[in-house]
């Protein structure tokens, strides 16, 4: 029997599995980068200063301007705790407003170009600074829209025999209905012209003459005057 107990037990752990449980490792916290306080306030200053004082001064990266930007102006403003990129990525974004671009174009250099630059020198590897845009969720399409959305290819209601009669005795009862009105019309304008003509009577509209009773003496002025034959 003392034998027994420790067969069993032998038993037992060779008939559960065998799970192996690799040793919990804690994540490695990634490197965040420390948040400083900045407080900026430029207003209609010039982009070159500007650049300058943030990028050069503050975040002592080395920078390049484009000399095609000298005459531009930016307004920022900046109060509160940033991270290097986050702060470079706001005044980026208020410069693109002025249509000039803060780009990296390597490892803490940067360069203040003009917008129309831009394509090319992301094609060059370099990189745009300036806030991502918001992403607006399209909202879901309901059930029943898209259940009444067509699907090309598939069997329509005007493929079948049942629809093809609909459809041919519905182009025989058009015919008929215009055959009916066209001998209608017909009838009409036949019996109109089997109408006779009026009748016209001609008057005599002239107002009567009154002749002068006879005996009356003439009047020397209308009389008509009469002239002898002249004799040779």
Same mark, same amino acid.
């Given at each position: 029997?003392?034998?027994?107990?420790?067969?069993?037990?032998?038993?037992?752990?060779?008939?559960?599995?065998?799970?192996?449980? @690799?040793? $919990?490792? *804690?994540? !490695? =916290?990634? +490197?965040?980068? /420390?948040?400083?306080?900045?407080?900026?306030?430029?207003?209609? &200053?010039?982009?070159?200063?500007?650049?300058?004082?943030?990028?050069?001064?503050?975040?002592?990266?080395?920078?390049?301007?484009?000399?095609?930007?000298?005459?531009?102006?930016?307004?920022?403003?900046?109060?509160?705790?940033?991270?290097?990129?986050?702060?470079?990525?706001?005044?980026?974004?208020?410069?693109?407003?002025?249509?000039?671009?803060?780009?990296?174009?390597? @490892?803490? $250099?940067? *360069?203040? !170009? =003009?917008? +129309?630059?831009? /394509?090319?020198?992301?094609?060059?590897?370099?990189?745009?600074? &300036?806030?991502?845009?918001?992403?607006?969720?399209?909202?879901?399409?309901?059930?029943?829209?898209?259940?009444?959305?067509?699907?090309?290819?598939?069997?329509?209601?005007?493929?079948?025999?049942?629809?093809?009669?609909?459809?041919?005795?519905?182009?025989?009862?058009?015919?008929?209905?215009?055959?009916?009105?066209?001998?209608?019309?017909?009838?009409?304008?036949?019996?109109?012209?089997?109408? *006779?003509?009026?009748?016209?009577?001609?008057?005599?509209?002239?107002?009567?003459?009154?002749?002068?009773?006879?005996?009356?003496?003439?009047?020397?002025?209308?009389?008509?005057?009469?002239?002898?034959?002249?004799?040779?």
């Amino acid at each position: 029997m003392r034998f027994l107990r420790p067969a069993l037990f032998a038993f037992a752990l060779l008939a559960s599995p065998v799970v192996a449980q @690799a040793p $919990a490792t *804690a994540p !490695v =916290p990634v +490197a965040a980068e /420390p948040l400083q306080f900045y407080v900026f306030s430029f207003t209609d &200053t010039p982009v070159a200063e500007a650049a300058q004082d943030v990028v050069g001064g503050a975040l002592a990266y080395e920078l390049t301007v484009d000399p095609a930007v000298d005459g531009g102006i930016v307004s920022f403003r900046a109060d509160g705790w940033y991270s290097s990129d986050a702060l470079l990525k706001d005044f980026g974004a208020a410069l693109l407003d002025q249509d000039i671009a803060l780009m990296r174009t390597g @490892a803490g $250099a940067y *360069a203040v !170009v =003009p917008r +129309a630059n831009v /394509p090319m020198l992301m094609a060059r590897g370099g990189t745009l600074m &300036t806030l991502a845009e918001p992403v607006t969720a399209r909202p879901p399409v309901p059930a029943a829209v898209a259940a009444a959305t067509a699907v090309y290819g598939k069997h329509r209601w005007w493929d079948g025999a049942f629809a093809g009669l609909l459809l041919f005795f519905g182009g025989a009862l058009a015919g008929a209905a215009a055959l009916f009105g066209g001998q209608t019309v017909y009838r009409r304008a036949e019996a109109r012209a089997r109408i *006779a003509p009026p009748v016209l009577r001609i008057t005599d509209q002239r107002q009567p003459v009154a002749r002068p009773p006879e005996g009356a003496e003439a009047d020397p002025e209308l009389v008509i005057p009469t002239f002898d034959e002249r004799r040779s």
